[in-house]
């Protein structure tokens, strides 16, 4: 067959790669000027930087299927985090003590014997071997669920800013079930940040195309199930899969979103460079005061704690979400950080700013199901992590089950 993949981020890639494995003829057509999708890495002052906070997930089953994580030389964030409640300058540890028993003690100090069973006993709920499990039935939403378990309004101020920089959505209105989810992935497996930056996950997949006509910068402007329009020329094909984010996906198809008006989701990352990090390990710092007057900067990280910048040079990312990710001042968000880390900050220098617009897919609440029942919508196969759920398991997830429905095989892992 002659197949036309549209849209060049990691599911469109898995697609084309399984596609081309094959024996099918792939044209892979891209907007833009690289491949990947929003797991975008750009250069910077001499290094890398991830367009957002980006980790990979080792407890992914499609990770495990789809990517030689050896090959990426990532390294693993800690088993914990810490937050801080600027106004006080109070700092708490929580970590997984299955894991690293050392994080027991500090992680029932910060919440308490209660909650720090609940958390054992939500950590026990989980399964390694089906991680999406909980979306096989209803959930409320994340809010709502987190009020179910009974945590303390202590503990709530940790998790939910956690679970609002996971889903990138202040109202945390995604499923509970998804929480189920990503607490999982984190229980069994290591959260890893490859060398060469997020982008490194699809590139490895792209590097393994030998086939495929890949054709960069041509936003395809029209999708029916045998061609794709460019301008004014159609161009024909046995089968079209449409692998865009969801907002351009209902663009070009409004039938994907069934009357679920997608609410955009974004990010932007202020990064500064210091001659020393405020913390030395790989941690995410969680801003407990998240949300109040003032508090604008959800966590910060180093990303230079895992892999050093080559000048010796220290960055510090800071990442806003929602309405306060549109043209951040960096500026502001230096003196927020003042609060946290005292007057060293005076001596960073920004780095750069970057907004992601749509970083994330938003999944109707009322949807209960571990993915969106349509794959052939008007005789195009529809992948995406917004098929699915915002993450690469849904991602390739939602490539796999498009490759099922062309009786392609998967490929296999070199």
């Known amino acids: 067959m002659n197949i036309a993949v549209v849209g060049a981020g990691l599911a469109g890639l898995a697609v084309a790669l399984g596609c081309e494995q094959a024996g099918h003829d792939v044209t892979l057509y891209e907007a833009t000027s690289d491949i990947g999708g929003r797991m975008k890495t750009v250069s910077c002052n001499n290094h890398l930087l991830d367009a957002g906070f980006h980790v990979l997930h080792t407890a992914y089953p499609t990770v495990q299927r789809w990517i030689d994580i050896d090959e990426l030389q990532s390294k693993p964030m800690d088993n914990c985090t810490v937050t801080i409640h600027p106004s006080t300058g109070r700092r708490r540890l929580l970590g997984d003590a299955l894991r690293s028993p050392r994080y027991l003690l500090p992680t029932l100090k910060s919440v308490g014997i209660r909650d720090g069973l609940r958390f054992f006993k939500w950590r026990m709920a989980t399964s390694s071997n089906d991680l ?80 495929t006509t890949t054709v960069l910068n041509t936003a395809v402007e029209e999708v029916t199930a045998t061609s794709v329009r460019i301008g004014e020329e159609h161009h024909a094909h046995d089968r079209v899969v449409l692998a865009v984010p969801q907002h351009i996906a209902a663009k070009l198809l409004p ?58 040079l220290h960055w510090i990312a800071a990442t806003l979400v929602g309405e306060a990710a549109l043209q951040p001042d960096e500026k502001d968000v230096l003196r927020e950080l003042r609060s946290w880390f005292g007057p060293e900050v005076d001596a960073w220098g920004h780095v750069n700013t970057i907004t992601v617009r749509h970083a994330l897919p938003h999944i109707d609440p009322n949807h209960h ?15 995406g992590d917004h098929r699915t759920h915002p993450s690469v398991q849904g991602a390739l997830a939602s490539a796999e089950r498009a490759l099922n429905a062309l009786n392609i095989p998967l490929p296999r892992r070199p």
Request: net charge positive; glycine share 6%; no cysteine.
């Open 132 to 211: 999406e499990r909980a979306m096989d039935t209803p959930s409320p939403t994340i809010v709502q669920g987190l009020n179910n378990r009974r945590f303390r309004p202590t503990t709530k101020r940790v998790l939910e800013p956690l679970f609002t920089g996971i889903t990138l959505d202040p109202s945390l209105s995604e499923r509970f079930a998804f929480a189920d989810f990503t607490w999982g992935a984190m229980s069994h497996g290591a959260m890893v940040v490859p060398k060469h930056g997020i982008q490194a996950v699809p590139k490895q997949l792209f590097n393994r195309l030998a086939t």
């Open 255 to 312: 039938k994907t979103v069934d009357g679920h008006a997608p609410v955009e989701r974004l990010t932007s990352t202020v990064v500064f460079a210091a001659s020393r990090p405020p913390f030395k390990r790989a941690r995410l710092l969680l801003n407990e005061e998240w949300g109040t007057e003032g508090h604008r900067v959800l966590h910060v990280h180093v990303p230079t704690n895992l892999h050093p910048h080559p000048d010796g």
């Open 369 to 383: 199901a571990r993915m969106l029942p349509e794959l052939d919508v008007e005789g195009i196969l529809v992948v």
